[in-house]
Nanobody, 118 residues
Framework: QVQLVESGGGLVQAGGSVRLSCTASGRTFSPDAMGWFRQAPGKEREFVAAIYWSGGSTYYADSVKGRFTISGDNAKNTVYLQMNSLKPEDTAVYYC???????????WGQGTQVTVSL
């Protein structure tokens, strides 16, 4: 089994910054990518950002481009999400996820709350 442990959420004022971290551990595996999703109250879970280990390509949702940066360490199965210029609409539970070639986004963290106040 694979476990994902997230950290770094919290309460921040609009315009501020937060950095999320996530480390995957457990059985030996080689993920295709790691990423972040979020779910706001009353809304569906949505994609935020992903990093593909082969080549290091990164992808972002349009709503976070230019404000969020995803990075990571393949050898440590660790991914980070640097979130700058936060807006109240960024308030959500942020989930770390691991993508495998066979099953797509297969493993999920427990989520970490990010609340952006005015």
């Amino acid at each position: 089994q694979v476990q994902l442990v997230e950290s770094g959420g919290g309460l921040v004022q609009a315009g501020g910054s937060v950095r999320l971290s996530c480390t995957a551990s457990g059985r030996t595996f080689s993920p295709d990518a790691m990423g972040w999703f979020r779910q706001a109250p009353g809304k569906e879970r949505e994609f935020v950002a992903a990093i593909y280990w082969s080549g290091g390509s990164t992808y972002y949702a349009d709503s976070v481009k230019g404000r969020f940066t995803i990075s990571g360490d393949n050898a440590k199965n660790t991914v980070y999400l640097q979130m700058n210029s936060l807006k109240p609409e960024d308030t959500a539970v942020y989930y770390c996820a691991v993508r495998t070639r066979v099953r797509g986004w297969e493993y999920w963290g427990q989520g970490t709350q990010v609340t952006v106040s005015l």
